[in-house]
């Protein structure tokens, strides 16, 4: 059973934000909660609203619909957290996250109307002998701000009203900035952390489908422990018409990903009578392998002999996807690498619309090492 259910009960208070002149944008900075920038200019910072569906701890069932896949055999888990780091503090209602099990996704700060969960240096235990150990790690904002008011006697169903049409409001702001800077220290701490944290077999399945989800491609993974199913997820509109998708966080087991791609696709094609010329193909690693694999040369006869390309993104690319607020569109954007094209930088500055403060061949997370 999941940590987030295993808590006692929690009663929730949910509140509105109602502020005096109409909210404009929400704009994102790391350090500090979000900005709710109103029309005559004031600014308010982004507070937990106690929301009784607790956009930040799970999804809603309807957002784990694909419209391209709807009968494929799912993992329903609703968890947004990927290592279950955010749980229900049962006294206050708001959500506590556990700064030792956060990897800094970014899922659930995408996720919060109101730009109350942000990224802060924090201690983070366990303490080494040689000192105290910072890290970047997600924390929710529960001061409370002039304009944040529970929710008064009202009937049932007009509470769930406003608390629609307010996280409604919110959640159509537009979004600037970014929840936090990417740079080498952070993304060394993030990959070990991944790297050594204990988590369930599913994690990097359940990691991979909400870092789709959250950049706007719908993702449906395969049931822990289903051996009957090859690929490891299928993926549908709005971001693409339809995909399918080979997860492998291992240096080793990525190398077999082209071929195990094939495979799926043959299976999509014969079996579920996809349409293949149409399907998105995409790997995700944590890094692009090294250029001297036969990674690149598969993929490459994949390309040459039938005509279908296969995007490779890494995790830490879709970590600054979601940062950024960075939806995709693969109808209109190619992640494609082989043994000419040896780098996703610039697909990825494409998306962002600026430079990425990255080393070259950092990890390969953005191109191989040299
Ligand atoms: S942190 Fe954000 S999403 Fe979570 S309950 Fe509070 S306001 Fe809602
Ligand atoms: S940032 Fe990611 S790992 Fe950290 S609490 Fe949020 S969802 Fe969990």
């Avoid at 999941?2 to 929730?12: A, D, L, N, P």
């Avoid at 399907?279 to 005509?307: A, C, F, G, K, W």
Wanted: include cysteine.
């Amino acid at each position: 059973m999941s940590r987030i259910f295993k808590q006692k009960e929690v009663i929730i208070k949910p509140k509105l934000f109602c502020p005096d002149s109409p909210p404009t944008k929400i704009v994102y900075n790391q350090n500090e909660p979000a900005k709710i920038i109103l029309e005559n200019n004031e600014v308010v910072w982004g507070s937990c609203l106690n929301c009784p569906d607790t956009p930040c701890l799970k999804y809603q069932e309807d957002e784990l619909k694909n419209d391209a896949f709807p009968l494929f055999p799912q993992d329903n888990t609703l968890n947004v957290c990927p290592t279950e780091a955010i749980t229900l503090d049962a006294d206050s209602g708001s959500p506590t996250i556990d700064p030792s099990r956060c990897i800094a996704c970014g899922i659930c700060v995408s996720r919060c109307p109101s730009g109350a969960i942000y990224f802060k240096e924090q201690v983070v235990p366990p303490f080494s002998l040689s000192g105290k150990r910072e890290e970047t790690v997600a924390i929710v904002n529960t001061e409370s701000n002039k304009y944040i008011r529970e929710i008064e006697h009202d009937n049932q169903h007009d509470i769930l009203n406003k608390l629609d049409s307010n996280k409604k409001l919110l959640k159509s702001l537009p979004r600037e900035g970014a929840f936090v800077q990417e740079t080498d220290e952070l993304f060394r701490n993030i990959y070990s952390k991944i790297t050594n944290i204990s988590v369930d077999a599913q994690f990097p399945n359940l990691l991979t489908r909400n870092l789709l989800i959250q950049t706007g491609i719908s993702c449906s993974i395969r049931r822990k422990g289903d051996v009957n199913l090859r690929m490891d997820a299928v993926l549908g509109p709005p971001g693409t018409s339809s995909g399918v998708l080979e997860v492998e966080l291992a240096p080793i087991g990525i190398l077999d990903s082209p071929r195990n791609m094939l495979d799926n696709i043959a299976v999509l094609h014969s079996r579920y009578n996809t349409d293949t010329k149409n399907l998105t193909p995409l790997i995700v690693s944590m890094s692009l392998p090294n250029s001297r694999t036969e990674y690149y040369r598969v993929i490459n006869d994949i390309n040459n002999v039938l005509n279908i390309k296969i995007n490779t993104l890494t995790i830490g690319a879709f970590f600054i996807f979601v940062w950024n607020n960075v939806l995709l569109n693969f109808n209109k954007s190619s992640f494609y690498v082989d043994s000419e094209q040896l780098s996703i930088r610039d697909y990825v500055i494409k998306e962002l619309g600026r430079e990425i403060n990255l080393s070259e061949g950092f990890y390969s997370i953005l191109e191989t090492e040299k």
